[in-house]
């Protein structure tokens, strides 16, 4: 097994970086693979946000809110990398830039906690607002069927509360 050192040495070499580890092996190969996958989820953002917009499927509008928190969190990333190699090309070696890398991984961590609530609320008021009225549905008519159904069972059917799907 390689150590994760000689990897970014042999693969920074072949990208035409430092085979000694400089600072351009240490973030060209990181960057690269993360600059694909940005490119990767921005376009399926556009795919899935376009299909979105034409058949107003729920779903595939989730697929798309995830595909822009990929994309921005792993440009974020790309940029806090760059960042940091750079200032540390330029000499900054202090505790501000060693918290740097932390301090926005903080910050993004809670940016994504914050999409995670702020979404279950979303799905939460979505599936509680899809209950079928009296005007909607024959209430009584399901009533009767969900009897018939547990006929010769030891349940019985109380009430009835009929959503959408």
Known sequence: WKSVDALAAEYGARFGADAAGGDDADTR???LLMGAC?????CLYCYCRTVAKKSGS?????LAADHFNDT??????ICTMVFVSWLQSE?????????????ISLLLSVWILY???????????????????E????TAAVQQAAGRALAGVSLECRGVDVYFT
Not at 38 to 42: F, Y
Not at 72 to 77: A, E, I, M, Q, Y
Not at 91 to 103: I, M
């Open 115 to 133: 999409g995670w609530i702020t979404n279950a609320l979303d799905q939460i008021k979505t599936l509680s607002d899809r209950r079928a009225g």
């Open 135 to 138: 005007e909607d549905l024959d």
């Open 72 to 77: 921005f969190t792993n440009s974020l990333v």
């Open 38 to 42: 940005v490119a990767v989820k921005c």
């Open 29 to 31: 190969v990181p960057v």
């Open 58 to 62: 729920e779903m595939v509008r989730a």
């Open 91 to 103: 000499g900054h070696d202090g505790r501000l830039v060693e918290k740097l890398d932390p301090g």
